[in-house]
């Protein structure tokens, strides 16, 4: 939502990335995703090709692995030490995201935590 989206677009992608309303270029790209959050043993060079064919860059390729990547581990990370944080902190974190990208520095309203 702080991208601007509705906040259906990602229900909608976990669903059924076929239907999602993303276009089509991207769908090769959500289908790479899914399968290595879900099934990463299950990754083969055909994964990549197929999101090559769509269109999509080995440097873009890297960067999803990569943000999707960091994603898996803050995840088990936090699940794994019992981490809470409540819907504030989860919009500010997602705020920061949305104004800064992925840098380094404070969450906007964080102030000296």
């Not at 060079?45 to 960067?63: C, F, N, T, Y």
């Not at 990547?69 to 794994?80: E, M, P, Q």
Request: aromatic residues 6%; charged residues 25%.
């Amino acid at each position: 939502e702080a991208l601007g989206t509705d906040g259906t677009l990602v229900e909608a992608l976990v669903e059924d990335v076929d239907r999602a309303p993303v276009p089509e270029r991207q769908r090769p790209l959500f289908r790479y995703l899914r399968k290595l959050a879900l099934t990463p043993s299950r990754m083969t060079p055909a994964d990549a090709e197929a999101v090559r064919a769509a269109g999509w860059s080995d440097d873009a390729l890297h960067g999803v692995v990569a943000v999707s990547a960091l994603h898996n581990f803050f995840n088990r990370w936090v699940d794994g030490c019992g981490v809470t944080a409540s819907a504030g902190d989860l919009r500010d974190g997602a705020g920061h995201i949305a104004a800064r990208g992925y840098q380094a520095g404070p969450a906007p309203g964080a102030g000296n935590r």
